[in-house]
């Protein structure tokens, strides 16, 4: 007769045959819900029964073995990904369809978007072919490098189970740390100490210290934040924890090359500066600020996009969203956009630079800054003027600054008493002073008797400075009337005022009030050429 022993063995081996046999038929493909049941249920740690999860896989054309790798590959890219199935929200419906093909087809993420369901003729639900193909492609993109390789190997290390991982896992985290530990310290020396000095030494201190050190910190936590998450996917990390680690680094990194950029943008900035510096055109230093600018912000906005996309925010729907708005905001900013537009034209067209005299409408001064929106001009009266650039694009601007001559004009008025002869002479004067003096235009000049007015003979005076600026302009001005005063002086011509005479007899003793001119032309001639000649001494001095 057995005894107590004997039967509850006996018991507890039935139980176990019927227990296994239960494992091994207690599986359902009927909805995308029981089918990824199927495939990740049956792989967990402590229910593995990988030969049941194959079943949501097609059989076509698979060995049991290749199967297997397929089915636990796949779990490794979602793991790796950070990519957590929640199978409450999994649709249970056996015909379920798919809102926008309208077919039996369920994607699990949009992220990868050929992992997906479909519902075979028999009526169950299976991964299609297509995921099977992708599968080897989608694990060597999350464990690329061959890195996947460590995958099998750390394994070996131990199974054994502490705080939720195994004993691999916690190796594998504390060989990660040191490695990272290491990255961050190589990469600041090598920035720190090595590129820093080699930039000190090639005369470049100014970007060793304000440039490269700032991005020393920035490029090390980048290699270091690049480096995890090309390993922490290795750990295999539970699914719950290790979407919002992977998360985590996805978004960092972005952060750190944003940084890293925007840095660089001001080492760009030094370079466009030398850069225009060499250049003629002033307007190149105002242009360069603004450059600078524009790239920092163009790199914060992509770095957003890049921080929000890798959030698994829909950058798409956000751009399109910022595009109908953007097109409410262009509507109700005009004239902005209009400014904006006026301000490219004007660095375009380049119609005056820094520093220029302009002249449009209303509007006279000096060129001081030219803006996104506005340009600044300070007025003759020191004012500043901000005139909208959408406006001044519209307007005929006179650029002074651009002349390459200045002309002088004026009427020289003389007495009618004047001799005909002595007239002569003064003309030829006169033409000797413009070609004596160093900044006049020696092919274009005219000096003639131009006009007989009502109480005077006129010489039309008309010349060109070849100068620069006004202040040089009003130099040789100045320096031109002077020497046609000394020449009228020394050849006894006076200048004709304006007034009326009153002819009667002469009294006895009376002086004439009519000036006496020399008879002696060739004496005068000789007397204005020493003058002129000690006059281009003068002129050449002051020049």
């Known amino acids: 007769m057995p005894n107590l022993k004997q039967i509850s063995l006996t018991l507890f081996v039935v139980l176990c045959c019927y227990k296994a046999s239960a494992v091994a038929t207690e599986y359902s493909l009927s909805s995308p819900y029981h089918a990824l049941r199927t495939h990740f249920g049956y792989l967990a740690d402590d229910n593995y029964h990988p030969e049941i999860a194959i079943k949501a896989f097609p059989a076509d054309n698979l060995?049991?073995?290749?199967?297997?790798?397929?089915?636990?590959?796949?779990?490794?890219?979602?793991?790796?990904?950070?990519?957590?199935?929640?199978?409450?929200?999994?649709?249970?419906?056996?015909?379920?369809?798919?809102?926008?093909?309208?077919k039996h087809k369920y994607t699990l993420t949009e992220r990868y978007p050929e992992i997906y369901l479909i519902r075979g003729a028999d009526g169950q639900w299976r991964y299609s072919s297509r995921t099977v193909e992708a599968i080897d492609d989608l694990h060597a993109r999350v464990y690329p490098f061959g890195s996947g390789v460590l995958l099998k190997v750390l394994p070996k290390l131990g199974q054994e189970k502490a705080f939720g991982l195994r004993l691999w896992q916690h190796i594998a985290i504390l060989i990660?740390?040191?490695?990272?530990?290491?990255?961050?310290k190589i990469f600041n020396f090598v920035f720190e100490k090595f590129l820093s000095q080699i930039f000190a030494r090639l005369g470049y201190n100014n970007i060793a210290r304000n440039f490269i050190l700032p991005i020393a910190k920035p490029f090390s936590m980048l290699a270091l934040f690049l480096f995890l998450m090309l390993f922490v996917p290795v750990l295999q990390l539970p699914p719950a924890p290790a979407q919002y680690i992977i998360k985590g680094l996805r978004a960092a990194w972005p952060i750190f090359a944003?940084?890293?950029?925007?840095?660089?943008?001001?080492?760009?900035?030094?370079?466009?500066?030398?850069a225009a510096q060499k250049t003629s055109s002033t307007l190149d230093d105002q242009l360069v600020p603004l450059v600078r600018k524009s790239l920092k912000a163009f790199v914060i906005v992509v770095g957003g996009l890049f921080i929000l996309q890798n959030l698994d925010f829909d950058v798409t729907a956000l751009i399109a969203g910022l595009s109908i708005g953007g097109l409410a905001f262009a509507l109700a900013a005009q004239d902005t956009i209009k400014n904006f537009f006026g301000s490219l034209m004007i660095f375009i067209d380049k119609p005056f630079q820094i520093g220029d005299w302009v002249t449009s409408g209303e509007i006279d001064g000096t060129v001081e800054e030219v803006g996104f929106r506005s340009t600044r001009i300070r007025t003759f009266r020191n004012s500043v003027t901000y005139v909208p650039n959408g406006k001044l694009a519209d307007l005929v601007i006179d650029n002074h600054g651009l002349r390459q001559y200045r002309r002088f004009y004026t009427q020289i008025a003389i007495p009618y008493k004047t001799p005909p002869d002595l007239v002569e002479l003064f003309i030829e004067g006169l033409r000797k002073i413009v070609e004596n003096h160093p900044h006049t235009r020696k092919d274009y000049y005219h000096v003639y008797v131009n006009d007989m007015a009502a109480y005077s003979i006129n010489i039309m005076f008309y010349i060109f400075f070849s100068v620069p600026t006004w202040a040089e302009e009003l130099k040789g001005r100045h320096e031109i009337i002077l020497a046609i005063i000394r020449l009228a002086e020394k050849l006894g011509i006076s200048f004709a005022l304006p007034s009326q005479t009153l002819h009667m007899e002469s009294f006895p003793g009376?002086?004439?009030?009519?000036?006496?001119?020399?008879?002696?032309?060739?004496?005068?001639?000789?007397?204005?050429?020493?003058?002129?000649?000690?006059?281009?001494?003068?002129?050449?001095?002051?020049?």
């Open 510 to 543: 009376q002086q004439p009030l009519s000036p006496k001119y020399e008879k002696d032309m060739a004496k005068l001639k000789t007397e204005m050429e020493g003058f002129l000649e000690g006059s281009e001494k003068n002129l050449e001095i002051t020049g």
């Open 176 to 184: 990660l740390i040191l490695i990272s530990f290491s990255i961050y």
């Open 258 to 274: 944003t940084a890293i950029f925007y840095r660089l943008v001001d080492i760009l900035g030094i370079y466009l500066h030398n």
């Open 63 to 102: 060995t049991e073995e290749e199967a297997i790798e397929k089915a636990v590959k796949l779990k490794q890219v979602l793991d790796g990904s950070g990519i957590y199935i929640h199978l409450d929200e999994t649709p249970r419906e056996e015909d379920y369809l798919d809102s926008l093909s309208k």
